[in-house]
């Protein structure tokens, strides 16, 4: 399967605290992009990392990408009841134009 | 500068009728991409347009059909509606290929 996989599914943490959540992929990839998306409703963009980059800042926000090893992950730090959300990542690869296939996503729960 | 907005927001169908969606992108934007996303999964490619024509398609029947005008604006459209088809439907925009994918706040579907 193209789609990407996530771990974990959920992850609950307390506010303060850093949370981290991991890609996977199978295939070769141009970009890979994370968002956040609140109770079903439409996604956020968060992040976008190129292949041929390793490490992506933004805010409170760090994404690494090892593509020799096909992953990448997402820091969260110093956690909010705000970031309470479904993350999200998705690719885009060679010779599949620009669509996005996601992984299943992970639910992320920060307790005030 | 308004994002990608989407209508309506909340629909409800019964089996076997049609339903169209709409789209209109971010401003600068020529690339729409439609995705499904069923309750707990990731978004599912359906279809993405640009210069008003189809250019790569997902795994879905053609009962789901599509079209995008000359102001880039883009419409999905479902014929036969199956329960399963009930799900947020969701639009993205973007000013070229592999680039960031903006999202809408989506459209969430209810087949009766």
């Known amino acids: 399967s193209q789609q990407g996989e996530e771990d974990p599914q959920a992850l609950s943490i307390q506010e303060g605290e850093n949370a981290t959540m991991n890609c996977s992929y199978k295939?070769?990839?141009?970009?890979l992009q994370w968002y956040r998306q609140n109770s079903g409703r439409g996604l956020v963009h968060l992040i976008l990392?190129?292949?041929?980059?390793r490490e992506k800042h933004s805010g409170r926000l760090r994404v690494t990408l090892d593509t020799s090893k096909k992953s990448s992950s997402l820091l969260i730090t110093a956690s909010r009841a705000a970031d309470t959300a479904s993350y999200f990542c998705?690719?885009?690869?060679?010779?599949?134009?620009?669509?996005?296939?996601f992984g299943q996503g992970t639910e992320l729960s920060v307790k005030p | 500068d308004a994002g990608v907005t989407q209508s309506p927001t909340h629909l409800i169908k019964t089996r076997g009728q049609q339903v169209t969606l709409r789209c209109s992108p971010k401003?600068?934007?020529?690339?729409v991409s439609w995705y499904q996303q069923a309750l707990g999964q990731g978004p599912q490619f359906i279809f993405q347009?640009?210069?008003?024509?189809?250019?790569q398609r997902g795994n879905f029947p053609d009962r789901f059909s599509g079209h995008q005008f000359p102001n880039y604006s883009s419409e999905l459209n479902v014929n036969a509606l199956l329960l399963g088809d009930s799900a947020l439907y969701l639009c993205?925009?973007?000013?070229?290929?592999?680039?960031?994918?903006?999202f809408g706040q989506g459209t969430r579907l209810t087949v009766v």
């Open positions: 993205a925009s973007s000013p070229v290929l592999n680039t960031e994918a903006f």
């Open positions: 295939t070769s990839i141009n970009n």
């Open positions: 990392i190129r292949s041929n980059e």
């Open positions: 998705a690719f885009t690869s060679y010779n599949q134009g620009g669509k996005l296939i």
């Open positions: 401003s600068g934007h020529d690339t």
């Open positions: 347009y640009y210069e008003e024509e189809e250019r």
